[in-house]
């Protein structure tokens, strides 16, 4: 199965400030068929962006995605109050779909 | 409005069995892959099956398979994960989400549940 590893653990800034996360896979993901979700505590998972850089319905274009292969990142160009969150990537060109351990972005 | 509602968690014993449901409304339900993710306390996510529209086809990860069965009433708007023998690792809050996906994919998760929590004690 292909592993997904995210980094940083945790990334602590401020809001307005510009969040970048990195998901690295073992292998090539099929198609680029990687996904972002958002996590706020007590909450369900929120798709962000799916096909590594479409994003879903109702997402601020503050929020991007990019890469391919095994390389992709989901950017935040001015982070919100609203944003401070854990971020999980996920890939699905690959059974079992499987994601990575999450990144949390807290306030600094 | 789409709405997921899951049902069904509570607490268990080792070897024991559950059954979740979940609800969906405001969905063409029959027309889409259903499937279950669970994330343990504390920790990530992690899918645990899939049941195409029809009902046809259905997927598990090898860490439940043979253990847990996945099917759908599409008359109801509902899908059940039947979990048998259940270990302490099964511990978790179990969500029910859409999957979408192409034909060349698997899937990605779009409208998620609230989850229902699943304890499995010793």
């Known amino acids: 199965e292909i592993v997904l590893t995210q980094s940083p653990g945790t990334l602590s800034l401020s809001p307005g400030e510009r969040a970048t996360l990195s998901c690295r896979a073992s292998q090539s993901v099929i198609g680029n068929y990687l996904a972002w979700y958002q996590q706020k505590p007590g909450q369900a998972p929120r798709l962000l962006i799916y096909?590594?850089?479409s994003r879903t319905t109702g997402v601020p274009d503050r929020f991007s995605g990019s890469g391919s292969g095994t390389d992709f990142s989901l950017t935040i160009t001015r982070l919100e109050p609203e944003d401070f969150a854990v971020y999980y990537c996920?890939?699905?060109?690959?059974?079992?779909?499987?994601f990575g351990q999450g990144t949390k972005v807290e306030i600094k | 409005e789409a709405q997921v509602l899951e049902s069904g968690g509570g607490l268990v014993y080792t070897g024991g069995s559950l059954r979740l449901s979940c609800t969906v409304s405001g969905l063409a339900f029959d027309t889409y892959t259903m499937s279950w993710v669970r994330q343990a306390p504390g920790k990530g996510l992690e899918w645990v099956s899939s049941?195409?529209?029809?009902?046809?086809?259905?997927y598990y990860p090898d860490s439940v398979k043979g253990r847990f069965t996945s099917s759908r009433d599409n008359s109801k708007n509902i899908v059940y994960l039947r979990m048998d023998s259940l270990r302490v690792e099964d511990t978790a809050i179990y969500y029910c989400?859409?999957?979408?996906?192409?034909?060349?994919?698997?899937?990605?998760?779009?409208?998620w549940g609230q989850g229902t929590p699943v304890t499995v004690s010793s």
């Open positions: 989400a859409r999957g979408r996906g192409y034909r060349n994919s698997w899937y990605y998760f779009d409208y």
């Open positions: 049941i195409r529209g029809s009902g046809s086809g259905t």
């Open positions: 096909d590594a850089s």
């Open positions: 996920q890939q699905y060109g690959s059974s079992p779909e499987t």
